[in-house]
T-cell receptor
Framework: AQTVTQSQPEMSVQEAETVTLSCTYD???????LFWYKQPPSRQMILVIR??????QNATENRFSVNFQKAAKSFSLKISDSQLGDAAMYFC??????????????FGKGTKLSVIP | EAQVTQNPRYLITVTGKKLTVTCSQN?????MSWYRQDPGLGLRQIYY???????DKGDVPEGYKVSRKEKRNFPLILESPSPNQTSLYFC??????????????FGNGTRLTVT
């Protein structure tokens, strides 16, 4: 079974600074998808960024980017120019490309990010 | 507006009293799913549905039932709730289960407390 590990339960960053949230996963699949979701206090689950495993290029969405290291099974999220609105719980998630693992997202336990003004 | 609608947003009930959490999506999505979120555990899948009348268990299905009689609706039923089902519940949908270009759309969550 796939597992997703977020080793930092809580992190903080100064406003306008850069922070990196770590995520590692375990899978025997070669094709899969990885996601970062943001959950602000409103409880909404918001997709931040996604990556296909077969793509070498790291995904980028405005101030959010990932460092995808397939061999190391690592998928970290970098937030640049942190803003107060970035304060939230962040979840890393995995989904297999096919088979039983494609029917669900496997989530990490989350990292709570605080942004200090 | 494209959305997944869950009701109620908050629910407090007592042990053993049957309840239903409704979920409806207006995007004609085939795939729907229920997750529960607990502190320190992240989100875990309860049940999912590939299409009308097709449902299957996720990782934590015990104590829950679902049905998919219409494409847009996917209610979560707790026949006899227990305190260990106190949790935050999310319904989610996507056009199909496997497309990269169709990530999950989540509802706003239902906070359930069972006393």
């Amino acid at each position: 079974a796939q597992t997703v590990t977020q080793s930092q339960p809580e992190m903080s960053v100064q406003e306008a600074e850069t922070v990196t949230l770590s995520c590692t996963y375990d899978t025997s699949e070669s094709d899969y998808y990885l996601f970062w979701y943001k959950q602000p206090p409103s409880r909404q689950m918001i997709l931040v960024i996604r990556q296909e495993a077969y793509k070498q290029q790291n995904a980028t969405e405005n101030r959010f980017s990932v460092n995808f290291q397939k061999a190391a099974k690592s998928f970290s999220l970098k937030i640049s120019d942190s803003q107060l609105g970035d304060a939230a719980m962040y979840f890393c998630a995995y989904r297999a490309y096919s088979g039983a693992g494609s029917y669900q997202l496997t989530f990490g336990k989350g990292t709570k990010l605080s942004v200090i003004p | 507006e494209a959305q997944v609608t869950q009701n109620p947003r908050y629910l407090i009930t007592v042990t053993g009293k049957k309840l239903t959490v409704t979920c409806s999506q207006n995007m004609n999505h085939e795939y729907m799913s229920w997750y529960r979120q607990d502190p320190g555990l992240g989100l875990r899948q309860i049940y999912y549905s590939m299409n009308v009348e097709v449902t299957d268990k996720g990782d934590v299905p015990e104590g829950y039932k679902v049905s998919r009689k219409e494409k847009r609706n996917f209610p979560l039923i707790l026949e006899s709730p227990s305190p260990n089902q106190t949790s935050l519940y999310f319904c989610a949908s996507s056009p199909n289960h496997s497309s990269y270009n169709s990530p999950l759309h989540f509802g706003n969550g239902t906070r359930l407390t069972v006393t």
